[in-house]
């Protein structure tokens, strides 16, 4: 059974930096794409930043150069550097994994930021 577990998330001032950890219970070679989403209270998931199993990479448009999403295969991990923070990036995040036609989430980790 796949198992995703993110770490990273907290308490942040704005203008400040996080990197988010998802890892993978198998080997990260397996998947098709990982993915980060985001969601606030209210609202729907969206999608931050993904990355194939061919190391393409594509950013929501809100992302606007801020975030890094990149992977240690050796470590079945996928992180997201987050670099200037602003109070309306606070969510949980969460990973997600794509492997053929099913889907696996992780728990999700909470980013705070403040004004």
């Known amino acids: 059974q796949v198992q995703l577990v993110e770490s990273g998330g907290g308490l942040v001032q704005a203008g400040g930096s996080l990197r988010l950890s998802c890892a993978a219970s198998?080997?990260?070679?397996?998947?098709?794409?990982m993915v980060w989403y985001r969601q606030t209270a209210g609202k729907q998931r969206e999608q931050v930043a993904a990355?194939?199993?061919?190391?393409?990479?594509v950013y929501g448009d809100f992302v606007k150069g801020r975030f890094v999403i990149s992977r240690d295969s050796a470590k079945n991990t996928v992180y997201l550097q987050m670099n200037n923070l602003q109070p309306e990036d606070t969510a949980v995040y969460y990973c997600?994994?794509?492997?053929?036609?099913?889907?696996?989430w992780g728990q999700g980790t909470q980013v705070t930021v403040s004004s």
């Open positions: 990355i194939s199993s061919g190391g393409t990479t």
């Open positions: 198998i080997s990260m070679f397996s998947f098709n794409a």
């Open positions: 997600k994994a794509i492997k053929d036609i099913a889907s696996y």
